[in-house]
């Protein structure tokens, strides 16, 4: 897969790309990121790229020319169409059935955006997709962009080894994920639940899952009504909720309840 991202910091978003399992991506060349300077584009002796907003008020906004030149010169070193997408938090909100999907496309663009935004008109013709990672505001769309290409990239085949498949990963199944034990056995600060040390992988796989079905009641019921649940999972989770109720409390219960 290709990603194109047109940034007025294209050093930071190589950057971000080269670490870790989506760096590791690209080197196995499963996952090509390139990167378009709209300043590259601008055409006035200051190289501009920004305007002061029509209406008032103290912001600039990305202007329509540099980002338009940019875009054809992008689109121009496709052979196929290359879906655009503007990261803000006036986007539909991103998720891994999204990022899934984004993920089987063989190219992408992510436009960033600087300053108080662009140019209503240049997003109205050129994107195809509007997508917002959380409601908080950003100095940019660059760290935005970022994770839409951690997420992306590390779902490309071959990018995961076993250990790490995305079959394991929290919302793959729609629940979070169970809690997760490395040495020592015994610790201070507790020790590693039994069953983990059985070596029985059926009780294991139940346990995981009675854990991942709690979790995400305790923390995330929106997903739970979201999903709903069959009848040997409501099962775990009434066993769960058994358990729970009788446990002692800890520290997470001043936040969770
Ligand atoms: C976006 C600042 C465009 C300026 C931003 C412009 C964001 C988010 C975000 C900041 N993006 N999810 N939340 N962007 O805050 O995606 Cl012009």
């Known amino acids: 897969m290709r990603i ?14 080269a670490v870790g399992v989506v760096g590791r991506a690209q080197q196995r060349e499963l996952l090509q990121v390139e990167t378009w300077n709209p300043r590259d584009y601008a055409t006035d002796r200051h190289r501009s790229v920004d305007s002061s907003s029509y209406g008032g008020g103290p912001g600039m906004v990305m202007m329509i020319e ?15 169409p290359v879906h655009l997408v503007y990261l803000s938090p006036q986007g539909t909100r991103l998720t891994q059935g999204r990022v899934e999907a984004l993920a089987r496309l063989p190219r992408i663009a ?11 008109r ?17 100095s940019g769309g660059e760290l935005a962009a970022a994770v839409v290409i951690d997420a992306v990239g590390r779902l490309q085949d071959g990018a995961l080894n076993d250990a790490q498949s995305a079959e394991q990963d929290s919302f793959s199944d729609g629940l979070l994920d169970c809690p997760h034990y490395a040495k020592p056995v015994h610790d ?3 020790s590693v639940p039994e069953v983990l040390l059985s070596g029985d992988h059926a009780a294991i796989a139940r346990w995981r899952l009675k854990q991942s079905l709690g979790r995400t009641w305790l923390r995330r019921p929106d997903l ?12 775990l989770l009434d066993e769960f909720r058994r358990e729970h109720a009788s446990r002692r409390p800890t520290r997470q219960d001043d936040a969770t309840g």
Request: net charge negative; with cysteine; hydrophobic share 45%.
């Open 122 to 138: 240049l997003l109205a013709h050129e994107v195809d997709e509007e997508l917002s990672i959380g409601d908080y505001v950003l």
């Open 4 to 17: 194109d991202v047109v940034s007025l910091f294209p050093d930071f978003m190589r950057q971000c790309a």
């Open 224 to 235: 739970l009504s979201q999903r709903g649940l069959d009848a040997p999972s409501r099962a």
């Open 188 to 190: 201070a600060l507790g």
């Open 110 to 120: 992510l436009l960033c955006g600087r300053y108080e935004g662009v140019d209503e």
């Open 66 to 80: 540099p980002l338009r030149t940019t875009l054809a010169a992008m689109r121009a070193a496709a052979a196929e």
